[in-house]
């Protein structure tokens, strides 16, 4: 168990409390913020060692706030990330039944992922609040029939009654989280992912097509591709990059610095373990294929004739 201090999307209840605890800090040292924002802001000024917050949701893609801040705020690195699945319910205070419901308040991305759910109610006013668990202790406090949408938790922090449970649009809901800290790069373990972000100087054709040539020229594996706004103007665009590998492996080392050379300037995010087995298997798949293909093509040379036709 670690005893340094863990900043978090709170209050306690939330996903990314969860995801504070699976990852095994010491709850005792997790001081919760009311936005991301805060979040990313306190380990940047040194309020605490580490945040954890959400990155990316299977259902809604991305969480701007944090890449956001990463990209553009701070100059933070990823140190680990873990996945949570997501179950969603509908809750109030005891007694109130879903026909009484006049408000439900939830995060925007518990919101965004419920849509089906939600589109089944009328006369229902939606309201978007800092967080899940936020929502909740809410509720909690209201004496008007309003109810919260967020986790099993939740519901049990702040004593609420699930009304409706698994309002979630898709039931293999998930949830990304990541462990951000202000410099260190955790050492290679075989199984890791690399984050980047790509800036152009200039925007001309074939930028793009330069930069993902790089990765593949050299058999990297590309598990994320997303262009963000760069908010300095319409229509300009920056890349955000996640691959399988780790800062440490030459041809990782390689591909980067050769794209800081000729192509884009490159922030890095991080390298850093990744959930499960799969990034380790991709790449020994690419390394036979490889292995395979010079193989095969050594034995065609071995084939050219040293004479020349007369």
Request: proline share 3%.
């Amino acid at each position: 168990m670690t005893t340094r201090r863990i900043g978090f999307l709170g209050p306690i209840g939330t996903f990314t409390h969860e995801a504070v605890l699976a990852l095994g800090f010491d709850a005792a040292h997790a001081v919760a913020y009311s936005s991301i924002t805060d979040v990313l802001d306190a380990v940047a000024r040194g309020d605490v060692d580490l945040a954890v917050v959400p990155i990316e949701n299977a259902i809604e893609g991305t969480v701007s706030a944090t890449i956001d801040g990463l990209l553009f705020d701070h100059d933070l690195v990823i140190e680990r990330e873990i996945v949570i699945p997501i179950r969603l319910h509908l809750m109030a205070r005891a007694g109130v039944e879903l026909k009484d419901i006049r408000v439900i308040a939830s995060y925007s991305h518990a919101l965004a992922q419920c849509r089906r759910f939600l589109a089944t109610l009328s006369g229902i006013r939606i309201d978007s609040v800092a967080s899940t668990a936020d929502a909740a202790r809410i509720v909690a406090e209201t004496l008007e029939p309003v109810a919260a949408i967020a986790s099993d938790a939740a519901a049990s922090t702040y004593s609420l009654c699930i009304v409706a449970a698994d309002v979630e649009d898709h039931e293999d809901n998930e949830t990304r989280f990541v462990v951000i800290g202000r410099d260190a790069v955790p050492a290679p373990t075989g199984q890791d992912r690399t984050s980047i972000v790509c800036f152009q100087d200039t925007d001309r054709p074939g930028s793009l097509y330069a930069i993902l040539g790089g990765f593949a020229a050299r058999d990297i594996n590309l598990t994320k591709l997303e262009s963000r706004p760069t908010k300095r103007g319409l229509g300009e665009y920056c890349f955000v990059i996640e691959f399988d590998g780790h800062i440490a492996d030459d041809v990782i080392a390689d591909c980067l610095a050769d794209l800081q050379a000729h192509v884009a300037r490159v922030k890095f995010l991080g390298s850093y373990p990744v959930t499960g087995v799969a990034a380790a298997a991709r790449r020994d798949e690419v390394v036979a294929a490889r292995a395979s293909a010079n193989e095969w093509m050594l034995q065609l040379r071995g084939r050219i004739s040293g004479e020349g036709i007369a």
